[in-house]
């Protein structure tokens, strides 16, 4: 692996000692809150788990699940491309589901097992479906790219569990994966870079090691 | 987005009396379309209801051999209901024609019912809109208007209803369980359960304060070839410009229902009775009063030509 | 450097490593979500504050007052800066509208306050709080109608606004077939998935802005001049950009607002554009109607072509420029161009992908196509036939490297171009198909770019350079390149892009980025090689770099032990002399479409897609393609359905959000080919590569738009080729 992003140099140079003090306390104080429960507040304690692992957190009822992901536990591979349901770029996995983490508030998800793109594979111990998106070059800016995955892989279970599509042919037999089934199913993932066709391959790919 | 606080409803009736006692509650089910519009303070609800516990997520036959579909359940095990996929094709058909995997996941039933038009103006804070803001003007009419509605606007209101789903619910005949605050359940068929904009085009439902939605009942199927055509102008993740809903029978009777260009899913009893004589007829009958824009009008020919397409398909196959 | 003569033989050519389908080597963090963008940088020592915009609700006019107080009561808010606060600024040199501060309001959405707080949730709560009381100005919305004052435009880096070669007028007048029709494009949006973003630091007068830019030493000039501070306190970052298409080319408002809500939060604030304002606060590329005129003789020779265009923007912006690729594409003895410029209070129209070249040939190739029809010949034959190998409006000056007709011919055969029918008469099931195709030109610019290229004890290599990777593969390029140039793997070399203390770099745009930054990474290299050669006593003259290893004659010694204890560094900027002047420097290609159009609704949907594309030596066959399949995609949605609609009353882009905006979905785009012909162009650049980038989206419209009327005989001149242009005309359906 090389090292790309000169993140030390940078950190160096962001580095204000004075706000760091106070943002020190106020994040210790927050994990340390007490648990109201108190349901007439506008803030509410929730605890779930994200890629296996478990969180509690205070949050301001109007967080998102994304905005939890992101700006709370820092998990900023799900990607905020519109935060109105219209991209996907926020897609995770909720209890076993894609969704999209834009639109649904973190306080709706007591007790649940999320997984992000985190959860999925990390450098050198990829997911099969990033394996499959790097050789087929699945993306080019790389920002849908955490969504399409997470969608991709969603998509095969799908299919698996014999939901239907807009495509699907005879809505009483058996789904199939097919080139046209994949791309319907994946329409919720917009990249405006256009890796659309190489994405289809990646995704048609690891379908067929699975068969 | 305004500040709210949120419970978690313990009953049905919990929820409805929570809703009546506070007037800026609302509920939330999937929150798709719900939070989409806080996010721009089109909604500001100062009190959210999570009504996604009360078990309303069970798909069960009726007595009447129909169909009871409780309002949590989300539209990816509707459309994939067994019983739903066999005897109630149209409805499978109109809820995959909508939104994305993701959000068909998470939208409910009762929630895609709900819906809220897509109409830019409306959702533009900027742009004066009744149905946002009662008696503020309607800045859509005179501006762009290809997406919006032909038939059964006013002068207030020219925003058509975005729902597929409904569509269907409206070709099947679907009824809209409810309980009111005071415990009551009542009955509202789909063709009452929208309303047309005239002078008022913030109401448009007929839900009163604090009712809330517990199922949708589907009478028992009946039969016929179910075909639910979406035109758009992307080939998925779009607004259908015109969709049709139909449900046509061996002997080319049936019935058909229109989305995409009414204020509501659109059915005319009388383009029902003229199916059996083709699109012509039978569009002639949608689209008796239309009232297109210079923008929108295709859509009255979009809907003659679609329909004539779904007729045409339904006699290709046996 | 600089690169006054075409390149002979150099260590590139040695093909070891550039030119090889080698994997990005940032696919690992894209993929896993570690790459850091913009917003995303976090240091868990930094207590950020979030900054959340309000845009103005008027398209024209002044701002009278603003009621900040009760954003300021509100919970969690630290400050409020107004556009009022902080004055009007001077103007970036790139920027055609003000981004931020001063009363003045230009288009709708123009940023004008800034809420700062201690959660987003907070910050976007407050500023809808705010109340604005404007005096509302007379604006000019509609291309249409002001297209009858639009005046000459002024001529910009020597592009003169008209040009005219012989007796166009004349020969048009006298030609044996003729076309005359107008066209026109609509407002199009980047429509880039990563919202712009910046987090902005001070610390005492110094600022640190973690951004997302195509172009960082633009910005951060233009950041300085906005902001009134001195460009070297600056210290820009952006190793990482979700899309730009030219959106991020030019300073935007996030950045400015950041660094003011920083300064008067006393603390880092983070700044994202929320979707729904983006769309009207940012640039776009303008509409444009275009008049096309071709004069041939019957048995198909152009004898006259003319292209002019109207296009709008804001005061002191400027015009779409669609008519030049129609001053180098076809042969033709009579000629002229001429672009007019309208004054319109939209939003800033400015770059984006393939402009001019972009809209233009949507234009000019459905001519091309038209007219053909109207000589009864194939539209490929038509356009090998009026193939030039010079400069048609400079005769006396060559192309450096043209193989229009090699992609055209390639591409027919591929494609199957044999098999298409007449108009209207090939039906498959519900739909009515067709075959088109579009000639693909877009100008090969080069920058001066820079680099610095170090080697140190181990015998790694590490590339410095302000360039950006905007999707492009600019990560996984430069490291080939000095892979290749140091002899050493790829595994040997490190990048690290995006950041102002890096030598400046050409930066991502007008598809020059690949060729011109990789030949600055080509010249710090050299530089390096002497280094080398020098600390060892080689000559440098006969030397060579392979294996990790420097021989010369009979000596052989690892780079590791050349570099020593302290390492050795190359810089160096690649300039350019005037090959440019003297040769025209253009990428070509040619694409070819199978649509289907539904003979009930008009839908159209494409089935088949194919790019040939000439653009000297492509240096990874992968990141090129996916550069050429992304333009395809983005060129599918230009032609079928992408339109910023226009409220014309109002002012304003009123389908300002991703719903609204229809971009290409995956259901829209079929298996997309490529093929790159084999090919090098020494006059270009050391690297002989050109740029590719835009190429594919140059002509892939009009191809889709020529599909359709091959399969509809419906010719559609007003793009997005949408059903409702073509159900009226299409045949009853049983």
């Known amino acids: 692996m090389i090292e790309i992003c000169p993140f030390e140099i940078s950190r160096r140079d962001l580095l204000v000692s004075s706000a760091a003090t106070a943002a020190f306390a106020s994040v210790a104080g927050n994990a340390h809150a007490q648990i109201s429960g108190n349901e007439m507040q506008q803030s509410s304690n929730v ?92 993306f080019q800016c790389g920002y849908c790219t955490p969504g399409q995955i997470c969608s991709s892989i969603a998509v095969l279970q799908e299919i698996e569990a014999n939901i239907p599509s807009h495509v699907t042919g005879d809505l009483t037999e058996k789904a199939s994966v097919t080139s046209a089934e994949i791309r319907e199913r994946m329409s919720g993932n917009i990249c405006r870079c256009g890796a659309y066709s190489n994405i289809v391959e990646a995704i048609t790919e690891v379908a067929g090691s699975k068969a | 987005m305004r500040a709210f606080t949120f419970e978690r409803a313990e009953s049905v009736r919990a929820a409805a009396e929570s809703a009546s006692n506070n007037p800026e509650a609302k509920f939330i089910a999937g929150g798709t379309n719900l939070l989409d519009l806080m996010k721009l303070e089109i909604e500001v609800p100062t009190h959210l209801i999570d009504v996604n516990g009360l078990g309303l997520d069970k798909i069960e036959v009726t007595s009447e051999g129909g169909l009871r579909i409780g309002a949590m359940v989300r539209n990816t095990d509707l459309a994939s209901h067994e019983t739903v996929r066999r005897d109630y094709g149209l409805l499978s058909r109109a809820l995959v024609a909508g939104a994305s995997g993701q959000l068909r996941n998470k939208a409910t039933t009762a929630g895609n019912l709900l819906q809220r038009t897509r109409c830019p103006y409306f959702y533009d804070t900027a742009q004066s809109c009744n149905k946002r803001m009662p008696g503020s003007g309607c800045s859509a009419i005179g501006g762009v208007t290809r ?44 063709s009452d359960f929208h309303h047309l904009p005239g002078d008022s085009p913030h109401i448009e439902t007929a839900l009163e304060k604090g009712e809330m939605i517990t199922a949708v009942t589907l009478p028992k199927p009946a039969g016929g070839m179910h075909i639910y055509r979406k035109v758009r102008d992307r080939a998925s993740y779009a607004f259908a410009l015109v969709s049709i809903g139909a449900i046509i029978q061996a002997d080319g009777t049936g019935r058909v229902a229109v989305g995409g260009v009414a204020p509501k899913p659109w059915r005319v009893d009388a383009a029902d009775a003229a199916l059996a004589k083709g699109a012509k007829a039978a569009c002639a009958e949608l689209m008796a009063d239309a009232r297109p824009t210079d923008d929108n009008r295709f859509k009255i020919a979009l809907v003659e030509r679609t329909l004539a397409a779904v007729i045409e398909e339904t006699r290709d196959k046996p | 450097m600089k690169f006054e003569k075409p390149a002979t033989t150099n260590p590139i050519d040695n093909l070891t490593v550039v030119g090889k389908p080698i994997h990005r080597i940032d696919g690992e963090l894209k993929t896993t979500g570690r790459a850091k963008y913009a917003y995303e940088w976090h240091d868990p020592d930094i207590d950020y504050a979030y900054g959340y915009p309000l845009g103005s609700s008027i398209a024209k006019g002044r701002i009278r007052s603003m009621d900040t107080a009760a954003a300021k009561k509100s919970p969690g808010v630290i400050s409020v800066v107004t556009a009022l606060d902080v004055g009007k600024r001077d103007l970036g040199s790139k920027n055609t509208a003000n981004l931020f501060g001063g009363d003045e309001v230009q288009h709708y959405h123009q940023a004008i306050a800034i809420v700062v707080a201690a959660t987003f949730e907070q910050a976007r709560a407050a500023s809808a709080l705010i109340k604005v009381d404007y005096a509302v100005g007379e604006g000019v919305f509609d291309l249409s109608t002001a297209t009858k004052d639009a005046k000459k435009p002024k001529a910009e880096g020597g592009t003169e606004p008209d040009s005219s070669v012989g007796d166009f007028e004349g020969a048009f007048a006298n030609a044996a077939v003729k076309l005359d029709a107008t066209y026109t494009t609509p407002d199009q949006s980047h429509a880039m998935m990563e919202p712009f973003a910046s987090i902005a630091a001070w610390n005492g007068d110094e600022l640190t802005v973690w951004t997302s830019s195509q172009m960082i030493d633009w ?154 029809v109207k000589l009864g010949m194939d539209p490929v034959e038509f356009r090998i036939l009026n193939d030039t190998q010079v400069d048609p409006e400079k005769p006396g000056r060559n192309f450096s490297h043209r193989n229009l007709v090699g992609c055209l011919t390639l591409g027919a055969e591929k494609f199957g171009w044999n098999a298409r029918g007449k108009p209207g008469t090939k039906r498959e099931g519900g739909q009515f198909i067709g075959l088109g195709m579009a000639a693909a030109f877009r100008n090969n610019l080069v920058m001066p770019s820079g680099a610095r290229v170090k080697l140190d004890a181990r015998g790694d290599i590490t590339v410095e350079t302000d360039m950006t990777d905007i999707g492009t593969g600019s990560y996984t390029i430069l490291a080939q390149t000095a892979a290749e140039m140091m002899g050493v793997p790829m595994e040997k070399v490190g990048v690290h892009l995006g950041d102002s203390r890096f030598p400046v770099s050409s930066g991502s745009g007008g598809q020059f980025g690949a060729n011109s930054s990789t030949s600055g990474v080509y010249a710090a290299c050299v530089k390096l090689r002497e280094a080398v050669a020098q600390k060892l006593g080689f000559n440098s003259q006969d030397i060579e770099f392979a294996n990790g290893e420097v021989r010369s004659d009979n000596r052989v010694v690892p780079l590791s032990q050349a570099a020593g204890p302290e390492g050795l560094v190359g810089e160096d900027t690649m300039q350019w002399g005037d090959l440019e002047k003297t040769y025209q420097q253009s990428t070509f290609g040619a694409h070819f479409v199978e649509v289907g159009v539904d003979v009930a609704t008009g839908e159209v949907r494409l089935k088949r897609m194919l790019a040939v594309c000439a653009a000297g030596r492509i240096l990874n066959p992968i990141t090129a393609r996916s550069q050429v399949i992304g333009a395809m995609t983005m060129g599918a949605g230009l032609a079928l359905s992408e339109e910023l609609s226009v409220d014309k009353r109002r002012g304003f882009f009123v389908n300002h959000d991703l719903a609204g905006y229809e971009v290409a979905v995956h259901a829209d785009i079929p298996h997309q080919d490529v093929i790159f012909m084999d090919e090098t162009d020494p006059i270009s650049s050391p690297m002989k590569a050109k740029g590719v980038g835009e190429l594919g989206l140059c002509g892939v419209s009009a191809a889709i738009a020529n599909a359709v009327y091959n399969a509809t005989g419906i010719r559609v001149r007003d793009y997005p080729v949408t059903l409702d242009k073509l159900i009226h005309e299409l045949p009853e359906v049983a």
């Open chain 2, 147 to 190: 997406q919006l509605g032909v038939i059964g606007t006013s002068e207030a209101c020219i925003a058509t209803h975005p729902s597929d789903m409904a569509v269907a619910m409206r070709a099947l005949d679907a009824v809209v369980e409810t309980t009111r605050p005071d415990g009551t359940n009542r009955s509202i068929p789909i």
């Open chain 3, 219 to 372: 910005w951060r000039t233009d950041l300085a001049t906005t902001l009134g501070i001195d460009k070297e306190k600056i210290h820009l970052m952006s190793p990482f950009i979700g899309g730009g298409f030219g959106g991020k080319l030019f300073l935007r408002s996030d950045a400015v607002m950041a660094a003011f809500a920083a300064k008067a939060a006393g603390r880092p604030v983070k700044v994202a554009l929320p979707r729904p304002f983006l769309v009207n606060n940012a640039t776009h590329r303008p509409a444009t109607i275009q008049r096309i005129r071709i004069g041939a003789t019957r048995d198909g020779k152009i004898t006259a072509i003319g292209h002019e265009s109207w296009s709008g923007d804001l005061p002191g912006g400027q015009p779409e420029t669609a008519v030049m690729q129609t001053r180098l594409l076809y042969a033709g003895e009579n000629r002229m161009t001429a672009m007019r410029l309208a004054t319109l209070d939209l939003p800033e129209g400015n770059s984006m992908r393939a402009p001019g070249e972009a809209p233009g040939l949507m234009a000019l190739e459905i001519a091309i196509d038209e007219i053909a």
């Open chain 1, 47 to 138: 605890s779930f788990k994200v890629n296996g692992e478990e969180h509690a957190l205070e949050l301001d009822n109007r967080t998102t699940l994304l905005d939890a992901l992101r700006e709370h536990l820092h998990l900023t591979g799900t990607k905020k491309g519109c935060d109105h349901g219209q991209c996907g770029a926020c897609t995770v996995m909720v209890d076993g589901r894609r969704i999209n983490s834009c639109l649904t508030l973190a306080v709706m998800h007591d007790g649940d097992e999320i997984t992000t793109i985190e959860g999925y594979g990390r450098p050198g111990n990829l997911h099969p479906m990033q394996v499959a998106f790097v050789k087929h070059d699945g």
